[in-house]
């Protein structure tokens, strides 16, 4: 019979923000597969770090930071190849995902090379949308706002129409895409109300209006745009 | 010196999915709160009940159920008094609050009368959108596409300018409004991409294509329209 496949969220970066499950999934682990960097270097794998057991076997999925999809898409075959391995010998794999699994993580490109041959659960976690706004005090929505959630790099025209159109916003993967994110907010009189939060949960977490951010953002960074009048009293 | 007043998410109803973190503080807890409708039933309270210590004090934020503002906004009033009276005697107070406390909650409510005389920290908690994703075994966005959640409540009007112009789209609190949205999503020729979730993650949950989603549903309910020609592979 063949493993099931976990897809892991391990929330924002705090490792007492993963859940009950992950920690029962990762701490019981035979198996465990996790993306990195070429250097070799895996934000999920950190999260988990204190709990993986010693005795696990461990598949790094080696994926090339490239604008162009073709070398990605060769890791993740590579790294489905090789749980596939696993889960045909009965094995189960448990991918370590930061944040939530199918919010913007990258299990999904190994979660549709291999839900069709095998049993997969998908167990969510937190978001660094959420975390933000705990962190900035900033409640993102209550009763019929609409949240539109934004990636930073989008061009600027289709940010603006996003943004303009939008009740509550959050803006992620800042990163280098901070000048044209702040062009926009300034053009839409929106500065005011947006904060901006980067490695959110961490221990080197910055936590400031937009209009007292610094003028680099890493990429794990986020802006959140609040409009309401105290909508909630 | 004051206690701190915590609002801790307890994610979308297995208890599984409550963060490593709520379970310290939930269960090492000397006074607990929560809403609960007029009957005394509190969902945040059933999701935390296994761990909750027999000896703690529990403050029950009963909110009448009304389309006015003033009822619920008085229960509040009074439940943010008990709360800050527990905090001035040097207590802590944990909130407990289903999903995350800043998305579509109730504890902005206390939150915005107790923020400025007390220190306040807001725990993350999985939401049901990913958590109803991961059900459904829909991946919610990759690369740069724009994610709306919208609250099924709002007019048939809006909620059709808004999902024509969305990527993923993810809408919340369906219950009676079940009608209006397929009508919506039928003829935006969205019906074959929309997926339905009630009571995610509890024992009784449903996860059905919406072409196949029964004919009402419980306020506790999702659509989720991912359009997506497996955009991730």
């Known amino acids: 019979m063949n493993g099931v ?3 892991v969220g391990l929330g924002p970066g705090d490792p007492e923000l993963m ?3 992950a920690y029962r999934l990762i701490s019981g682990a035979e ?9 070799g270097d895996s934000f999920a794998r950190s999260i988990a770090e204190d709990i993986i057991n010693e ?14 999809r073709g070398p990605a898409q060769a890791a993740y075959d590579l790294g489905a190849t090789q749980i596939a391995k696993r889960l045909r010998e009965g094995k189960d ?3 370590l995902c930061e944040g939530d699994p199918f919010f913007y993580g990258s299990f999904m490109y190994l979660f549709s090379r291999l ?11 937190v978001t660094s949308v959420t975390a933000c706004a705990a962190l900035a005090a900033r409640p993102l929505t209550a009763r019929n706002e609409v949240l539109t959630i934004i990636p930073g790099p989008i061009d600027e025209a289709a940010l603006e129409v996003r943004i303009a159109a939008a009740e509550a ?12 994110i702040r062009t926009v907010l300034d053009r839409l009189n929106l500065t005011q109300y947006a904060h901006y939060v980067e490695r959110a949960t961490l221990p080197n977490q910055l936590v400031l209006p937009l209009s007292a951010a610094p003028k680099t953002a890493p990429y794990f960074s986020m802006i959140l745009v609040t409009k309401g009048n105290d909508p909630w009293l």
């Open 115 to 125: 839900n069709e041959e095998f049993k997969c659960e998908v167990v969510p976690g």
């Open 31 to 39: 198996v465990i597969a996790y993306p990195t960097l070429e250097r």
């Open 93 to 95: 794999v448990v991918v």
């Open 55 to 68: 005795e696990v076997e461990e598949i790094a999925v080696e994926v090339p930071m490239s604008v162009e």
């Open 19 to 21: 859940t009950l499950k």
């Open 5 to 7: 496949l976990y897809g």
């Open 169 to 180: 916003v959050a803006i992620m993967k800042v990163g280098r895409h901070l000048p044209k």
